[in-house]
């Protein structure tokens, strides 16, 4: 398997939520959960995909962490998914369109960069960037 297949997946998640935001969590080459965003579905600010998604496999798990695994998400985590995925330990983040490029097509962002939370955390999480960069803004040109 290959990241670009992974975003796939999760682009795919994105279609059935509230906004174009799907994540996909993997070890060892194999989906384990995937979700997406239900933040109006369900009254939750906190409902993002990435959230969504790490709820489900640690309550799959009974074990908060995810060291080990990895996430792929059609956007840049935002600093709240983005200190999720340290306190969970994950071991990598794959994203597609990074928080400047939705800034850029003036989507409401917090402006705090992923790598900058990472950075300041006592995690070393490998970040990837660009992933199926255009299919993923594609998403939310259409929203």
């Known amino acids: 398997m290959n990241q670009e297949y992974f975003m796939r997946l999760a682009l795919e998640a994105a279609k059935k939520g509230d906004w174009p935001?799907?994540?996909?969590?993997v070890k060892d080459d194999e989906v384990v959960e995937v979700a997406y965003n239900t933040v109006q579905t369900d009254s939750d600010p906190?409902?993002?995909a990435e959230i969504n998604v790490i709820r489900k496999l640690t309550?799959?798990?009974k074990n908060p962490s995810l060291e080990g695994y990895s996430i792929y998400t059609t956007c840049e985590p935002c600093p709240m998914c983005a200190t999720a995925c340290v306190w969970?330990?994950?071991s990598e983040i794959i994203y597609g369109v990074s928080i400047q490029d939705l800034v850029s097509i003036h989507q409401s962002q917090i402006h705090v960069f992923c790598e900058e939370i990472i950075a300041k955390s006592f995690r070393n999480i490998k970040v990837t960037k660009g992933v199926l960069k255009d299919e993923c803004l594609a998403l939310f040109i259409q929203s």
């Open 59 to 61: 309550t799959k798990l």
């Open 46 to 48: 906190s409902a993002h």
């Open 21 to 25: 935001y799907g994540a996909v969590i």
């Open 88 to 90: 969970t330990g994950i």
